[in-house]
């Protein structure tokens, strides 16, 4: 009996712990400008479940224009691992015809959206601000993001060519800007992802 006792103690432990590896890279460091309301003393329960939510996952996206400190892996040509952080910002975004004529305007050639289709354009700033190595770099760029429907759906990539594409290596202390692009559904309140080495997708709200 006892050692049934002490088995489903260390099952217990196992489980714990492992919960606590989950929370500490969900545990994202947020900077907003907005100034934060006072809560009021009668909150219900459910409010209180709400703001537990993880900051950029996708039921608890980040605000537009929010900042987030991302945990990421910069690896050198022995694949050695450095742990780095790079604060990132959604600046803008543009939809529809107005994405179109920019679009359009950088290159003849870029196909007009599919139908039922738009073109959204937004704008990213990335900063690397800290990292275990001076000396190796972090890819940052278009490819790490996904453009992703109120539905819960992956948008498939549109290629088209577009002016200031992000695009950039990043060493320790370096920024990138530049826009991502992609066909969403018209209307759609899509959401942007992050696709971090090291964690969960961070979700980002476009507006």
């Known amino acids: ?8 103690s260390v099952l217990l ?15 994202r460091e947020v900077k907003s400008d907005r100034d ?3 809560e009021s003393q009668d909150t219900t329960q459910e409010d209180v479940e709400e703001k537990e939510k993880p900051i ?7 605000p537009f224009g929010d900042t987030i400190t991302v945990k990421e892996n910069i690896y050198d040509d022995s694949f050695n691992s450095y742990a780095s952080l790079v604060e990132i910002t959604l600046l803008e975004t543009i939809r529809g015809e107005e994405a179109w004529t920019i679009i359009q305007n950088e290159n003849q050639f870029n196909d007009p959206a599919d139908e039922g289709f738009e073109y959204a354009l937004v704008k990213v700033k990335g900063f690397l601000k800290e990292s275990e190595t001076e000396d190796d770099s972090l890819y940052f760029s278009s490819m790490n993001f996904n453009f992703v429907s109120n539905e819960g759906e992956v948008y ?9 594409e992000l695009s950039k290596e990043l060493f320790s202390g370096g920024t990138a800007e530049g826009y991502i692009v992609n066909q ?5 309140e899509f959401k942007i992802s992050y696709d971090s080495s090291e964690g969960s997708p961070v979700f980002f709200l476009v507006q």
Do not use: Y
């Not at 196992?14 to 929370?23: K, N, Y």
């Open 36 to 38: 934060v309301a006072s």
């Open 56 to 62: 950029g996952t996708r039921s608890n996206p980040l």
């Open 156 to 164: 498939d990539w549109a290629s088209a060519v577009i002016p200031n």
């Open 1 to 8: 009996m006892k050692k049934i006792s002490m088995l489903c």
């Open 13 to 27: 432990l196992v489980i714990l712990a492992a919960c606590g590896d989950i929370d500490e890279k969900n545990t």
């Open 184 to 188: 969403v559904k018209i209307g759609d």
